[in-house]
């Protein structure tokens, strides 16, 4: 191969390795190459010494570098920079990150040092024509203007404040680490998945742009979740958290299950302020992802059907309905509403929709669990947005066909006949095959901790929006039901 194509073969394998947005690892640092072309990355150092100074300044002291790891420029100073004549930004050799949120990007001041002299005033130029000789004084390795007992002083002051500022950043470090956040979980995949359930931390990111605007500019503070009596004044800390961290709070919240005493804990807030977060979180994430359509139009739906549902291409949604456990209540008018027969428990029950290559596309309101499945079918709202041209995938509790127009796939019933016939047999298998991929959806949904137990009866006025929420966030958080869905362009 001759020179010039070995060039264009190793400038091609760049532009590919080039096309992922890389991130930066530092903490508190969300810069990534997808929303920011000015900024460039840059690999650790391969000398295991200067590896080991980058990860002290950037604070990751128990973290193992991979060839995919990266600190933006943006933590160098200008002149550890170079620029390459092919217009790469490039680190010089022994230079360090030194630039960080925890010191305002700025470098500290370097101190004088205390043996060495103030700049003394000059002496005035001797008159050339005088004559007299001059007399060579020896260079001094001493400053005589301190007695020694206040250099000793000055000595020991100076070792005091460098242990303070050791002390400082020691403690600034242990804060760090100790403060439950975003920062703790950017390395691990593993627990971005256990404590948000979306699938990495780039998918984290992705989602945390979209929502950023309208957080710092829509979102409305819920306040007075608790009373002012609940206050506890052993409780220490602070009251506010960075936005990307109170997100944090709501999906761990949601997904895991914890409480409110043990977010309060791991966030160094009050549970009020958990309370509030959470109120707020809920509210915003109802409203915003709330407002964005859902419903897919028709030729949308066409567009991507995935080729198991050719038997079936006019398939608009598939409907299920699923419960989520609530205490029961003590009026026994109210407990027979919301007991279910079905779950042997007081439920509420939901209606969810999901086209056929996988995004749920409706979700209805929270019913009282005794409700039916064409009651609630009839009563969310769906019938408007069914055309003749359309098909609905339901189980064998929608009788729905005398309330839409449109046509109903549903598994056949047994007739007068002992035994269906095979058309019947052969479609009834067909529809089960392709109801499991809703089931699949609504369990990633009920995957969410928070719906492993009874709901309180004193949140059931935002258990509706919580819910929803959540079936919102199945869009964002995670990838197709079945890999073959997925293009290769949609990988990430």
Not at 150 to 162: F, G, I, P, R, S
Not at 373 to 385: A, P, T, Y
Not at 448 to 463: E, M, Q, R, T, Y
Request: hydrophobic content about 40%; glycine content about 4%; charged content about 20%.
């Amino acid at each position: 191969m001759s020179g010039f194509g070995k060039v264009k073969e190793r400038r091609l394998a760049f532009q590919r390795v080039r096309k992922s947005a890389l991130h930066c690892c530092v903490p508190l640092c969300t810069n990534s190459s997808r929303y920011n072309r000015e900024i460039s990355f840059h690999s650790f150092p391969i000398e295991a010494e200067v590896k080991a100074q980058w990860l002290i300044k950037v604070r990751r002291d128990n973290f193992s570098p991979t060839k995919n790891t990266r600190v933006c420029s943006r933590h160098f100073r200008l002149g550890d920079l170079l620029v390459t004549a092919g217009g790469l930004n490039r680190v010089q050799k022994g230079a360090t990150p030194v630039l960080f949120a925890w010191n305002n990007y700025e470098l500290p001041t370097p101190r004088r040092n205390v043996w060495e002299g103030r700049p003394r005033a000059e002496s005035p130029t001797p008159d050339l024509t005088a004559e007299y000789e001059v007399e060579t004084v020896a260079p001094s390795d001493h400053n005589y203007s301190l007695n020694p007992a206040t250099a000793v002083m000055a000595d020991e002051n100076e070792a005091l404040k460098m242990q303070i500022r050791e002390r400082q950043l020691q403690l600034e470090v242990l804060q760090l680490r100790s403060r439950f956040g975003i920062q703790r979980l950017a390395g691990s995949d593993e627990d971005i998945r256990f404590y948000t359930r979306f699938a990495t931390y780039k998918h984290f990111l992705a989602f945390w742009k979209l929502v950023e605007p309208a957080a710092n500019t829509k979102m409305v503070r819920i306040t007075n979740a608790y009373s002012a009596s609940s206050w506890d004044s052993s409780q220490p800390t602070t009251t506010t958290l960075p936005p990307i961290d109170e997100l944090l709070l709501f999906l761990m919240h949601l997904s895991v299950g914890l409480h409110l005493r043990d977010l309060a804990e791991r966030f160094g807030i009050h549970r009020t302020t958990v309370s509030r977060i959470i109120s707020t979180w809920t509210h915003f994430l109802y409203q915003l992802l709330g407002s964005k359509r859902l419903w897919i139009p028709r030729e949308v739906v066409r567009a991507h059907l995935p080729p198991e549902f050719s038997a079936f291409p006019d398939t608009q949604v598939v409907l299920d309905c699923t419960e989520v456990f609530c205490q029961t209540p003590s009026s026994l008018l109210v407990q027979s509403e919301v007991f279910s027969t079905y779950k042997s428990h007081a439920t509420f029950k939901a209606m969810i929709g999901m086209a056929p290559h996988g995004a749920i596309t409706f979700v209805s309101g929270l019913y009282a669990g005794s409700m039916s499945d064409r009651e609630i079918f009839k009563l969310s709202g769906i019938v408007s947005l069914l055309t003749p041209d359309m098909a609905i995938m339901v189980d064998k509790g929608f009788l729905v066909e005398n309330l839409v127009q449109c046509k109903v796939y549903r598994p056949a019933f047994l007739s007068k006949n002992p035994q269906m016939s095979g058309e019947d047999v052969g479609q009834t298998q067909s529809i089960a095959r392709l109801r499991v991929h809703v089931e699949r959806c609504i369990r990633r949904v009920k995957e969410n901790k928070l719906f492993d137990k009874a709901i309180p009866l004193s949140v059931c006025g935002s258990i509706e929006e919580l819910f929803n929420v959540a079936c919102f966030l199945v869009n964002y958080q995670n990838g197709p039901l079945v890999k073959a869905w997925a293009s290769p362009g949609n990988s990430d």
